[in-house]
């Protein structure tokens, strides 16, 4: 007659781990997903593209290809939540400015650098501040 064996340990232990593998499994795709949700920023947060304006545009051009359109609009969008003037009164205020450093013979300062030192004057979450101020400051403290 043939004996049959009885079912050890071994087959309950593969069942388990088999089920803890199973478990594991699920947890990991559950985790990925809420981490997904949680790290990917809402459309609020995500910074838009800055597309250059035609005052961008325009800086860029005037100050002859020193930085790229992109790179003057990034600084004016900044600048908007910062200063009480909009972006057409900042690009006055700043082409004014460098017009008036040019009338003193200060030609290697560009409208980028004054635009970066107004972003850099101006902290972010405060109350916006009167940003021509601080465009006569700079033009006065480099010779202008």
């Known amino acids: 007659m043939a004996t049959r064996r009885k079912q050890g340990g071994g087959s309950r232990l593969r069942a388990y781990g088999l089920l803890i593998i199973a478990v594991l499994g699920i ?6 997903g809420v981490g997904k949700v949680l790290i990917t920023p809402s459309p609020e947060t995500t910074p838009r593209a800055a597309v250059p304006s035609a005052l961008a545009e325009q800086l860029a051009n005037e100050d002859g290809g020193v930085g790229l359109p992109v790179d003057y609009q990034t600084i004016l969008d900044t600048l908007a939540a910062k200063c009480t003037q909009n972006e057409a009164q900042l690009t006055t205020l700043v082409n004014k400015g460098h017009d008036d450093l040019v009338a003193h013979g200060i030609t290697t ?29 700079y033009v006065t403290s480099n010779g202008g």
Do not use: E, H
Not at 111 to 131: E, F, I
């Open 27 to 32: 947890a990991c795709l559950v985790g990925w």
């Open 109 to 137: 300062l560009t409208r980028l650098a004054m635009l970066q030192y107004l972003n850099g004057g101006t902290a972010a979450g405060q109350p916006k501040a009167d940003c021509a101020s601080m465009v006569s400051t």
